[in-house]
């Protein structure tokens, strides 16, 4: 992968919607169908389930252009506030919905970062 493109396709249920990935504006991108799910699930008062799989602390590790020289750990750093940016948005879309205090949130990791 280079730093903003990777051949990888990104999907959208069965349908492919990007292809390369564009690392630049994924996050963007992942906010924006993140935080319009909840708002449909919640104005349906439907139980939904939202699995959102961050790439920010893998290799290549990247940044949107609000984030890119934004901290002085570089780009790993660029990423882990970019992703920290958008659990916050995740977090203030379920209030902003109503559901907040009826939504179970959780954390997890997979075995670590590469040793590269």
């Known amino acids: 992968c280079e730093y903003q493109f990777c051949p990888c396709p ?12 564009d690392f630049l504006t994924m996050n963007d991108n992942y906010m924006n169908a993140a935080t319009s799910f909840i708002k449909s ?3 349906q008062s439907s139980p939904f389930f ?3 799989a961050f790439q920010h602390t893998h290799r290549p590790q990247f940044a949107g252009k609000m984030f890119t020289n934004s901290s002085i750990r570089g780009r790993f750093g660029d990423a882990l506030a970019e992703l920290d940016w958008g659990v916050g948005q995740i977090l203030e879309a379920l209030k ?3 559901v907040e205090e009826n939504t179970f ?6 075995n670590g970062p590469s040793l590269v």
């Open 10 to 21: 990104i999907f959208e249920n069965d349908k492919i919607i990007q292809q390369p990935a």
């Open 41 to 43: 699930k919640a104005a």
């Open 50 to 52: 939202l699995y959102m």
């Open 96 to 98: 902003l919905a109503g």
């Open 105 to 110: 949130v959780f954390f997890t990791s997979d």
